[in-house]
């Protein structure tokens, strides 16, 4: 396995350039940003799950070995 991790840009296939080598060089994803708590949970009682959703459905299109994202981390600043 080979792997990148992957913006919501290049999961959603904006770069043209940046999806082509990802399809070409590697066979395994990680989420860069979208699995990232501040993300999937940005106020109480808000979620969002569109971007991760995205970012497995690129995965599954391309059929790549999806990794996720860390559950706990010391810090972020994104």
Do not use: C
Not at 17 to 30: D, G, L, P, R, Y
Not at 51 to 58: C, I, K, L, R, T
């Amino acid at each position: 396995m080979i792997g990148a991790a992957l913006s919501s840009d290049q999961v959603l296939e904006k770069d043209k350039i940046a999806s082509e080598i990802v399809k070409k060089h590697f066979n395994s994803i990680t989420a860069e940003n979208v699995l990232k708590w501040e993300r999937v949970h940005p106020e109480f009682n808000e979620y969002n799950f569109k971007p991760a959703d995205e970012f497995v459905s690129y995965g599954e299109k391309k059929n790549m070995f999806m990794i996720g994202h860390v559950l706990v981390w010391h810090d972020s600043d994104t």
